[in-house]
């Protein structure tokens, strides 16, 4: 059976980093675009970053770029980490990692069929 579960999350200050890492297994991820989203208490979830199948190709949405990198290792379980710096009290959630195996909108989270059960990000400020 297919499944993704997310690790790495926690409390942190203002300023400070965090890596996710997301397992996948059960399937062939290898071929899967992946993705991480969020979402915070009373908002909707967002798009955060996604990686192409071959690591070739990253996207982050605009307000991580240069703070956020996304990363990934093929192999017989796939791992995709989100290593997260300067984190903001605004980045606050929780967050979740997704795989797509088909087409579409790789920021619009309706296009992956795959979760994980997310992983709880709190930046003190």
């Known amino acids: 059976q297919a499944h993704l579960v997310e690790s790495g999350g926690g409390l942190v200050q203002t300023g400070g980093s965090l890596r996710l890492s997301c397992v996948a297994s059960?399937?062939?991820?290898?071929?899967?675009?992946m993705g991480w989203f969020r979402q915070a208490p009373g908002k909707e979830r967002e798009y955060v970053a996604s990686i192409s199948w071959s690591g070739r190709n990253a996207y982050y949405a605009d307000f991580v770029k240069g703070r956020f990198t996304i990363s990934r290792e093929n192999a017989e379980n796939v791992i995709v980490y989100l290593q997260m710096n300067s984190l903001k009290p605004e980045d606050t959630a929780v967050y979740y990692c997704?795989?797509?195996?088909?087409?579409?909108?790789?920021?619009?989270?309706?296009?992956?069929?795959?979760w994980g059960p997310g992983t709880q990000v709190t930046v003190s400020s």
């Open positions: 997704a795989a797509r195996g088909g087409y579409g909108d790789y920021e619009n989270w309706e296009s992956y069929e795959v």
């Open positions: 059960g399937a062939t991820f290898s071929t899967y675009h």
